[in-house]
């Protein structure tokens, strides 16, 4: 597992791959949003709590169908189906090299692009906060929806229509927090919700994914 | 015919002009489709058993 | 003598042709009566005008849009556990009558709400779960039409269709905690037994109802039949490839029914 993961982080680094693109994504959204809703900062500090979750989340969508493509291509993940090592451990794995190139970064992103939108410093904690702990559920999520249309030529489009109604309750738990959190409002309940998520999706849909991975490679 | 309305005529009227043709559609498509296979299965079948 | 037998795709092709024809008449006559009576015969609400007329369709198709994603599941469920055909192909024809009711929800909602509330669309909880399930339906039309191998679809899709059904529930009440609702309540009483409709309009609509449950199954049966019926041309088509691509093409097909 942690082979797997080592190797997994290293194409991610290495080949160019998803590991920059969803920052820079997230820079450019970040940046282009004041020049089109313009320079007033109450405004933006009003919807920043937004913008950066939404843009957390387009980021993540955007490396989603790297997860398995690459090594269903080349056969990789056949060779990972008959190994020792459980499909469900695989899925968890690729999940968890997913966030690490994705999540992670975007987390540690947020608080510097959180400057630039004018993000209130009391909403910073639980932005910050309710990123670190709300992107696993995404990678998780992803993971899953990545599962599900590994076989397809074209997959980018449907699993962003796949994955997008399941990362509503996310989505909503996490900009609350922040919004609250801009408001000096109580933040704890959100927070809670959304690893309550988390938790539940780290902890049962590796399943539905490996599932998914046995009926495609089938 | 149509009864008096009062001053939501269109609002009414328009949902119901929806709906009627969105549930249409929906029916029209089905139905057509069903022929449609059905005229090809049993084109195909024909060519199957003379075959034999 | 178990509801099992309708699992042979022969077995199921006949009984639905038979219950068909009657269920679609059934089903046009409660639409018709329950959609006429309603718009027809019955008095305008004292604050909501003439647009009450609305809820004769409102009501049933959001109803059904429900009914026909959780009948999807169990279809889906006894796929993956006993892997019956029929199932598969029962869930895959739903959705787009599922689809449609949504579209039905959401638009006559946005018509009456743009008089009533002032505005076509609120981000209230019922609405947004609505959307919610809409782009559900979606993914999941779109899952099935992107799969080529048929039973790989209909497992994916099952999948989905479990894990969907999760989320679309934690959805329902996330909203909820998220913005304080403008919808009323319900109007059906299931639970409570006290109802906020008074008889006037409450017959009609149960005639709606019931008219768009079974236009639900009409619907849901004619396609299913489709999708069996192309399965079978499918089977056929390949099989005749198969033996133009052979020397001698005498090998009899043998008389299975589709799979």
Known sequence: MIALLRRDLALAIRAGG???????????????????????????????????????LLACLLSLDRIFQLDFEDGTLDLLATAPLPLEAVATTKALAHWITTGLPLTLAAAPLGQLLNLPAAAMPALVLGLALGTPALSVIGTFGAALTVGLKRGGLLISLLVLPLYMPTLLFGA???RRGAEGLETTTP?????????ASLALLPFATAAALRMNLR | MIPDLGKYQDTVLSAYGISLLLLAAIIGLSIWRARAVKRQLDATEARTNKRQ | MSIWKYANPTQFMRTSAWLLPGLSVLAALCVATGLVWGFFFTPDDFRQGSTVKIIYLHVPSALMAINAWLMMLVA?????????????????AAAPVGLVMTVIALATGAIWGEPMWGTYWAWDPRLTSFLILFLFYLGYIALWQAIETQDTAADLTSVLCLVGSVFALLSRYAVNFWNQGLHQGTSVPVATGERSVADVFFVPLVFSMVGFGLLFVALVLLRTRTEIRSRRLHALLARERAADTRVAPNTPPSESPTS
């Open chain 1, 18 to 56: 998803g590991f920059g693109l969803g920052l820079a994504f997230f820079l450019i959204l970040c940046i282009l949003v004041p020049f089109g809703v313009g320079p007033d900062s109450g405004t933006l500090a009003k919807i920043a709590p937004g913008i950066l979750w939404v843009g957390a």
């Open chain 3, 76 to 92: 889906s469920l006894i796929w993956l556990i006993r892997r019956h055909h029929v199932s598969a192909l029962a869930a895959k």
């Open chain 1, 176 to 178: 609350d927090a922040a």
């Open chain 1, 191 to 199: 927070l809670l919700l959304m690893t309550g998520i988390s938790a």
